[in-house]
């Protein structure tokens, strides 16, 4: 098994996302393997988060495994409203972004059993790079 990337979250991201997973959610297969990876994160405050890493409302841009070229932004379960364009962290190629920085990569597994490796291509948009460290 390959070493996972390291990822970095906020401070705020972590609490939001560990109040999602103390519900319903942290009960699935996602929110279990969300669980992991932010227990594995290194935790920073808004302010000090690097404007390559991807975060909650981050539109980013990323590759698949097989060549397939997405540019989502990453929501919380109740901002995913079927478009096209948004994708919910509870959603297994959702979990996989948050936190992994332009450049990285990491394999992720699928429902059903397969992978893929997903790959960050750049960050059109992250809340704290714009400024909006309280969202």
């Known amino acids: ?5 390291g990822i970095t979250i906020s401070t705020l991201d972590y609490e939001r996302l560990s109040a999602l997973l103390a519900g319903e959610a942290g009960h699935s297969p996602v929110g279990r393997a969300l669980e992991a990876e932010l227990d594995r994160a290194d935790i920073v405050e808004p302010e000090q988060l ?3 890493v991807v975060t909650m409302n981050s539109r980013v841009r990323f590759h698949l495994g097989n060549g ?12 995913a409203d079927g478009s096209a364009d948004r994708i919910s962290i ?3 190629v959702g979990c996989s972004l948050l936190g992994l920085s332009v450049g990285q990569s990491m394999d992720w ?3 059903g059993g397969g992978h893929t490796v997903v ?7 992250q809340p704290e790079a714009a400024g909006e ?3």
């Open 68 to 79: 397939v070229m997405r540019e989502l932004t990453l929501v919380f379960p109740r901002d």
């Open 109 to 111: 597994p699928l429902p």
């Open 119 to 125: 790959t960050i291509d750049g960050i059109s948009y």
């Open 90 to 92: 509870l959603a297994p």
């Open 1 to 5: 098994m390959s070493t996972l990337p």
């Open 50 to 52: 690097p404007s390559n």
């Open 133 to 135: 460290l309280h969202r």
